[in-house]
DNA sequence: AGCCAGGTGACCG
DNA sequence: CGGTCACATGGC
């Protein structure tokens, strides 16, 4: 299944800082491939050019899931192009820069432990972490279409709010473990309804997120942005502290992209991140 | 070796 | 409300 599309660049969807479970295979030919687990399955996606990606699925499961999850049938050129001609020469950069980058549509729980997890971490050890917890909790799985390749699932919130404590502080999480804990066993109960929270306003969402125990401003905005597809949602981590303060003096307004500021936060986030390792 | 990481809750005034 | 602090642990 080949997807032709002038956004959609999986090597910088894979370094956003968005999704943890997408890595790096190889890279050959210059042609670099990428496998990913969600959804309960296992996919190889390979850049053929930078127009082009090849899934390693069926034309069914594409249309399925994937079209979905990767967001394809947003235009995504459109937002860059409005930014490459607009006024704002950081938001001009920024875009150019990560023009292929995509907001996922992850599972709603998924991303919800994720991004609890995520606090005070660096990616790679965030990674690591949730790596732990899906080997630990989550379904073994077999892929034919790409060899045989075993996979594990994401847990399920009735598998891992039956986790014990003390296995998931083994599993690295830290003093998040009673966050994580608390947060399935919420969903699992039904007092979470995460499915509920995609229908009601970007607001509400948070709102509701950051009654959760652990869930505060910044994991309430990355779980509606990349678990529930609120594309208003704004996630101000360290990162963006830094592109608010150091570009725009604290006066940045984010009202003057709504609508889609949730992808103008990906493209900062993306950019300011490349800024301070090349320099 | 020591600082930092896609922060949050508790506690303070 | 807004400022400080501890928190557990790996990455670099």
Redesign the pocket.
Known sequence: MIIHNQNFDIMQIAD???CFRMNYIENKDKKVKYGLVAYGRYLELTQLDPDTVEFSCSEEEFYQIWEEYFDLKYDYGKIVNGLINGEDPFLKEAALYGKGIRILKQEPFEAAIS??I????????????IEGICRRYGEQKENKECGRIDYVTFPTAEVLGQAVKEDL??L??????E?ILKAAQAVKTGELDLENLKQCSFEEAVKTL?G???????????IS??GLHHIEG?????????VLKEIYNNQFDKDKYKGYSGIV??Y???YM?HL?SAS
């Not at 995520?118 to 972490?129: E, G, R």
């Not at 652990?214 to 990355?222: R, W, Y």
């Open positions: 956003s800082g968005q991004f609890i995520s606090q005070n971490k660096n990616i790679p050890a965030i990674k690591n972490c502080r083994a690295k999480t830290g003093y998040r473990d966050y950051k959760i125990h652990g869930i505060g401003e910044k994991v309430a905005n990355c942005l990349y704004f996630p101000v981590d360290v990162w963006i502290q830094k936060q990906q900062m986030f993306y991140r301070k």
